[in-house]
C-alpha cells in the first residue's frame, strides 16, 4: 500500500507560480513512475506531467509544456511540479499519482496508476 500526500496548492494571479509536492510513503519510491493529473468538476481528470521511475523520461501536456516542470527527490520520496506562467485555466484540483508497472514510458491514462493522493486545490485569478 502506498499513501501520497500533495501539499502546495492555494490562490495565485494569473502570470505567477506555485510548486506542488507529493510525498509517497513506502520504500520503493525510485521504482515508481509518478504522475500529476488535474481535474475541474464536472470533466474527466486531465493529464499534466509523469516522470518515469528512473527520471530519465518526461512526459507533459501540450496545455502546460513549457511552464510545468515535474522532477523528484528520491531520497525524499517526493515528487514536485513547478508550475509557472499560470493561467485561469490552470485553475483545478491536483493529483499526484503512482504507477507500479514497468512501462515503456509514463502512462497518460488514469486508470493505469494505482494510487492516488486527495488533492490539493489550485486556483488562478485573473
Known amino acids: 500500500q502506498v499513501q501520497l500526500v500533495e501539499s502546495g496548492g492555494g490562490l495565485v494571479q494569473a502570470g505567477g507560480s506555485l510548486r506542488l509536492s507529493c510525498v509517497a510513503s513506502?520504500?520503493?519510491?525510485?521504482?515508481?513512475?509518478m504522475g500529476w493529473f488535474r481535474q475541474v468538476p464536472g470533466k474527466e481528470r486531465e493529464f499534466v506531467a509523469a516522470?518515469?521511475?528512473?527520471?530519465?523520461?518526461?512526459l507533459y501536456a501540450d496545455s502546460v509544456k513549457g511552464r510545468f516542470t515535474i522532477s523528484r527527490d528520491n531520497a525524499k520520496n517526493t515528487v514536485y511540479l513547478q508550475m509557472n506562467s499560470l493561467k485561469p485555466e490552470d485553475t483545478a484540483i491536483y493529483y499526484c499519482?503512482?504507477?507500479?508497472?514497468?512501462?515503456?514510458?509514463?502512462?497518460?491514462?488514469?486508470?493505469?496508476?494505482?494510487?492516488w493522493g486527495q488533492g490539493t486545490q489550485v486556483t488562478v485569478s485573473s
Open positions: 499519482a503512482a504507477d507500479m508497472a514497468i512501462r515503456i514510458s509514463p502512462a497518460r491514462v488514469p486508470s493505469r496508476y494505482d494510487y
Open positions: 516522470m518515469y521511475r528512473s527520471g530519465s523520461i518526461t
Open positions: 513506502g520504500r520503493t519510491f525510485s521504482s515508481y513512475t
